[in-house]
């Protein structure tokens, strides 16, 4: 089967009880996905430690002027 690229923005609003159990639904896609996944997040330990573990953090920093 052909593998697609899935990407989930917004991924550190998945948290509380505002999303009724949504971290730990992500949390156990990503870990048994046969398809990679990209979890966009403004602030990373926003996310759950679970779902954070169940990741590999990949940072990227504004971009200078020059």
């Known amino acids: 089967a052909d593998r ?3 990407v989930v923005d917004e991924a ?3 948290h509380g ?3 009724r159990g ?3 639904a992500v949390t156990e ?3 048994s996905a046969g398809q990679p996944i ?3 997040a ?3 330990y926003e996310m759950s430690k679970a779902l954070r573990n169940a990741c590999q953090e990949v ?3 504004d971009v200078s002027k020059r």
């Open 29 to 31: 896609i990503v870990k």
């Open 17 to 19: 009880n505002v999303d």
């Open 4 to 6: 697609q690229l899935i």
């Open 59 to 61: 940072e990227f920093r």
């Open 42 to 44: 403004n602030d990373y």
């Open 12 to 14: 550190d609003n998945f």
């Open 22 to 24: 949504g971290s730990r």
């Open 38 to 40: 990209v979890l966009v």
